[in-house]
Structure formats: structure tokens, C-alpha cells
């Protein structure tokens, strides 16, 4: 059995995914345990650990994050209504792979009811 995380073996396609976007340097795919009616985890092919583990002065990873995370928002018709969230961390992150939740598709004020994860 692999040691890799889960995500590392879905980027490998050694576990299956549905994914939704996918380019030279991220992955995005449905999370198996959706907090919203759209909910996709985006996550960098680099296996960082967590965010506090990219250099700051990585500025190119930390604007290609964000933009990659609203072309997603774009393409899954969310992108006038959703969430961005990160956990950061080991006492937080369930997963020790980087990465962000973006998360949509609520009727108007259903979203109120699911700002916790």
C-alpha cells in the first residue's frame, strides 16, 4: 500500500476521482463528503504538506492558487456565489496534502446555514 496521501493517489490515478479541471500543476476534483451542492477540492500536484509550508516569496504558486480556483468557479457555473476555504495545518487538516475547498450552488440565503466545514 502506497504512503502517499489520498490526494497524491488520485494524481497518480491510483484512486479513482471525478475530476473537474486538471493542468500541469493542480487537480480538482468532487470531495467524497460535499459540505455544499457543488463542492471541489482543488490541490497542487506538489505535495506540500500545508500552506505555511510554500515559500511566501512563492509568488507564482500563490496567484496561480487563486486563479485556478476561479477559472474552477467559472467553469462549474458558481462563480457570482461561492466559498473559498483552507485549513492549515496538523491539528486542523484532516488530509496532510494542501489543499482548497471551493465550494457553491446554494438557492439565495441557503448558504448562511453552511459557513462552518
Not at 477540492?41 to 515559500?55: A, G, I, N, S
Not at 492549515?88 to 459557513?115: N, P
Request: hydrophobic share 40%; charged share 25%.
Amino acid at each position: 500500500m502506497s504512503t502517499d496521501s489520498i490526494f497524491t493517489q488520485i494524481i497518480n490515478r491510483e484512486l479513482p476521482a471525478t475530476v473537474r479541471y486538471e493542468d500541469e500543476n493542480f487537480i480538482a476534483f468532487d470531495n467524497l463528503y460535499p459540505k455544499a451542492p457543488v463542492h471541489v477540492l482543488l490541490v497542487p500536484k506538489k505535495p506540500y504538506e500545508t500552506l505555511e509550508r510554500v515559500e511566501l516569496t512563492d509568488e507564482q504558486f500563490h496567484s496561480s492558487l487563486l486563479i485556478t480556483a476561479r477559472k474552477i468557479a467559472q467553469q462549474l457555473g458558481i462563480a457570482d456565489n461561492y466559498k473559498l476555504v483552507m485549513n492549515i495545518g496538523k491539528d486542523v487538516q484532516e488530509i496532510h496534502h494542501l489543499h482548497l475547498h471551493i465550494m457553491g450552488g446554494w438557492a439565495s440565503g441557503e448558504h448562511l446555514e453552511a459557513l462552518e466545514l
